[in-house]
């Protein structure tokens, strides 16, 4: 009885494997649509780590931008700010692109707290940033002199409207209270994350900036002897890259 146990279990595990395997030969089979795009004419074999010159089906290349076009859309890096005329703070994704990593757009909700008004108020921001050029300094810190570019901030709540109301008159509210454009200028500083020191972010920087929207231009245009601070308003705030 215990030699027909032990051939059972040998027949099993047999059949376990032989199943496996098959399974195995049909995953690897159905993996050929693998191949990475290098360049025209070019392939990559991911299994085996070879290039493929010519010979690529039609199928392999559209799969290959099919999935690059989904993982574009995956967030490369997470933004906290201060201030800014979007929020007490804000939080959000963004993404970069461009040939030098160059553009950047983000999507942040911030919040406003009650104050002297009777709720407190969620925000969303829409912001394209431009970095021109970057500094490398030493040990992995880089300076970005230059960061600058536009957002489009709104309020939600129902005492905010794009179009004036009937009740004022014409001209009352030369501007819309609910969708806000700003403009800013600033810098940044960035530190690299060692690559043996990797586990979340690849980057860390700190940036600053000054920012002015239609009011603030407003008031000096009509009053030349405005304050600064009656135009411009300062943000603080993080980015962590994560790819």
């Not at 707290?113 to 970057?134: C, G, H």
């Not at 129902?158 to 969708?179: A, C, L, M």
């Not at 500083?189 to 972010?201: A, E």
Request: overall charge positive.
């Amino acid at each position: 009885m215990r030699s027909l146990r032990y051939r059972l279990l040998a027949s099993l595990a047999a059949c376990l494997v032989a199943v496996g395997s098959a399974s195995a030969q049909d995953t690897w089979h159905r993996g050929d649509d693998s191949l990475v795009y290098v360049a025209r004419d070019t392939m990559a074999d991911a299994r085996k780590g070879i290039t493929v010159e010519g010979g690529v089906s039609r199928y392999d290349k559209r799969m290959h931008y099919y999935r690059k076009g989904w993982a574009s859309l995956i967030p490369t890096q997470h933004v906290l700010q201060f201030c800014g005329n979007m929020g007490l703070f804000s939080i959000g994704i963004g993404w970069e692109y461009g040939r030098h990593k160059q553009w950047e757009t983000q999507l942040l909700m911030g919040f406003v707290p009650k104050y002297d008004s009777d709720y407190a108020k969620i925000t969303m921001t829409l912001k394209q940033n431009f970095i021109p050029w970057s500094m490398y300094i030493d040990r992995g810190w880089s300076f970005e002199p230059l960061q600058c570019g536009l957002y489009f901030n709104t309020v939600f709540g129902h005492d905010f409207w794009v179009k004036q109301p009937v009740k004022y008159s014409g001209g009352y509210y030369p501007f819309s209270t609910r969708i806000r454009p700003n403009i800013f200028v600033g810098q940044r500083v960035t530190k690299m994350v060692p690559h043996s020191r990797r586990k979340y972010i690849k980057s860390l920087s700190f940036f600053y900036e000054l920012s002015a929207n239609e009011i603030g231009v407003m008031k000096f245009g009509y009053n030349g002897r405005a304050k600064f601070w009656d135009v411009f308003g300062l943000s603080l705030g993080l980015k962590a890259q994560l790819l």
